[in-house]
């Protein structure tokens, strides 16, 4: 019997078939996969609190030496942070909470002393979202690092900002709240002349090209800042040192 | 996911205003010359001011609407699956190509019964779009949006008819373009893709000027 | 575009997909998505590792089932097994590239409505055999890929002045391996990593490839006995 390929009752079993077929084949290759994947992300997600924290340079660790350190000095934060006026998390305490929600992390020295905290940034750039962490010390007065984990700035203007030569310049950023309306940080602008000057030790220089990412994420930076110390004076994070 | 999304969409700004959806869609990101879809057909029909229109216009119409509606279906029907066990990320694709596929058939259909003039001067590029990759970019770039600028349903519409008209606005100037060039001398290996591909640098080259007028 | 019916042998087909009928060259095809992404070389070459396996897994298993694809839906169990393939490499490159994923991750799902894969299941695919069909898909894949490459390597290095940036393999040919602390003459030509950039140097490569594909028919031309007589040689630039 020749096989009408052609036939309603042929066309409609061959696109069930087709289409259940596909639909496993994806649904498997997801399961047997899904470890792999967030094995990366999370790799990753380790690499960004290693550097932000300064732990070590990324372009010679190994992944294993990645791994390692974090294991030895990074925990999550055990308490919720949450800016009280906002009602911005930046940290959730739920164990069970989505890999998405936001994480604070605390890194400690091998003494135990806490070297800082790396607080989740995020806010919309020239193109889209910008996430990222500031790393600060445990008074939350200083920067220690920041690192930009995702973006889709242009490649070469504003996506400079994952570039370390841009990042080092906040190391050591003063981001106590001046009062009086006055941002913590300044990217761009006019330079700081002199040590009297507001903006000494909170100045950035802005992006050569990139003015549109650069006030950005001067917004959202000075957005977030303003909310960490409010939530890490709630959690009463700000009046311990230890 | 989707108590995610609204939760992004709480923290971050609050949903752009719908003009600043329109700009950036149909100027500063415009998705041929931001971001290099629909090319195919961009090259080959941009000759003719006529079928430029006509594909232009297609283009607008289908974007719109497949955008709104793979933006309903990702929603409230994808991502709620998605503790089933259903990969939303994977599936989008599939799922967008076939709703593209099937809103070209049925405006075809309807296009042909309703008017054989608008289906002669639009419904014969209908087939020639189902593939076009700036119909199904234009949901995944949505998608992204959604994610990551806090769109809603409204910044979608307009987003979708936006992009459309992004690239219906490029086709027209290089098919005026052309027009204009034709009979002037271009050297024999840069004669049609070549001098065409060259235009198309120069306009997105302008168009980058369009990102002034949004400020962050 | 190869004659219809006529079915090719494997080795003849990779062949003629890689020069002679070359998409990128003679019409231009399926530059779409691919475009977006040739600012960076490691990117790209990852795309073009997706292109490859895509079309040419595709085109196997299109040619596998051609007698038993109804006419009607022909084209949408294309486009499904198409997705297949591009579904892998998505999941793939989500699991091994993380990084470099972010950025080709919108690129990668294009792939599916990509003019050439397309292209080649229609034209060549259902009416050829598997082994033909996969060399076919390969060809075009690798034809494909050689463009792209070669317009990455020229914006990643004058945009950029490095090439394999983001890898462990970075070299900086042209700037600085520690810039702010050491300068190269060199200034980048940001101009190349934004769109316009990637126009500009599609449009030189395509007018380097038409030219030399004239002249090559002029060559023909004058060699064929029907030619007019005393027609120069055409000089070399």
Known sequence: ?242 | ?216 | MTEPGKTLSPSRALWTQLWQENPIFRQVLGICSALAVTNLVFNTALMCAGLIWATTLSSFTVSLIRNYIPTRIRVMVQVLIISAYVIVVDIAFRAFFFEAHKDIAAYVGLIITNCIVLGRLEGFAMKNRPIAAAADGLGAGLGYSLILMSIAFVRELLGFGTLLKNTPWEVHLLTAWEPGVTETWWRNWTIMVVPPGAFFVLAIAVWIARSWSLRQEARAEAGKPSSSPGKPEEASA
């Open chain 1, 1 to 242: 019997m020749k096989l009408n390929v052609n036939s309603p009752g042929y066309v409609l079993v061959f696109a069930a078939v087709v289409s259940t077929v596909f639909t496993a084949g994806i649904m498997t290759l997801h399961a047997v996969s899904e470890s792999a994947a967030t094995a990366s992300a999370q790799l990753y997600e380790q690499k960004s609190l290693v550097d932000v924290f300064k732990l070590g340079a990324n372009r010679e660790l190994g992944d294993r030496e990645i791994r390692d350190l974090y294991e030895q000095s990074i925990r999550q934060l055990d308490i919720p942070l949450v800016d009280p006026q906002t009602g911005k998390a930046f940290n959730s305490s739920d164990p069970n909470a989505s890999p998405l929600s936001p994480r604070t992390y605390v890194a400690r020295n091998s003494g135990g002393t806490i070297i800082g905290y790396a607080v989740p940034v995020s806010g919309i750039g020239f193109w889209s979202r910008i996430d990222g962490y500031l790393a600060v010390t445990s008074d939350f007065s200083t920067v220690i690092g920041i690192v930009f984990t995702r973006h889709q700035e242009t490649p070469g203007l504003g996506g400079r900002i994952t570039e370390p030569r841009w990042r080092k310049q906040f190391e050591g950023l003063d981001i106590t709240l001046p009062g009086a309306d006055k941002p913590s940080i300044y990217i761009g602008g006019d330079k700081p002349t002199s040590d009297d000057s507001p903006r000494h030790g909170r100045y950035v220089d802005a992006i050569t090209g990139a003015t549109g990412t650069s006030s950005a994420v001067n917004r959202f930076l000075n957005r977030d800042i303003e909310a960490i110390r409010r939530a890490a004076r709630e959690a009463g994070l700000l009046d311990n040192t230890k």
């Open chain 2, 1 to 216: 996911m989707t108590a995610m999304f609204a939760e992004t969409a709480a923290q971050l700004s609050p949903s752009p205003g719908l003009w600043i959806v329109l700009i950036s869609a149909a100027l500063t990101d415009n998705i041929l010359l931001t971001r290099f879809l629909g090319m195919c057909p961009f090259l080959s029909i941009s000759k003719q001011l006529k079928s430029a229109f006509g594909m232009g216009l297609a283009v607008m119409v289908v974007t719109g609407f497949t955008c709104v509606l793979n933006y309903l279906l990702y929603i409230y029907v994808l991502l709620p699956l998605t503790p089933y066990g259903v990969p939303a990320e994977s599936l989008k694709l599939i799922l967008f190509i076939v709703v593209i596929a099937g809103f070209v058939q049925l405006l075809e259909m309807v296009i042909e019964r309703i008017s054989l003039k608008l289906y002669f001067s639009l419904g014969i590029f209908l087939p020639l779009i189902t593939v076009n990759c700036a119909i199904l970019g234009a949901s995944l770039f949505m998608v992204n949006n959604v994610a990551g600028k806090g769109y809603d349903g409204w910044d979608v519409l307009v987003y979708g008819f936006g992009a459309g008209a992004g690239w219906f606005l490029a086709i027209m100037l290089m098919a005026g373009i052309r027009h204009r060039i034709a009979g002037g001398k271009v050297p024999a290996g840069l004669q049609g893709v070549g001098i065409t591909l060259i235009i198309t640098g120069i306009m997105a080259m302008a168009f980058t000027i369009f990102q002034g007028m949004i400020r962050t």
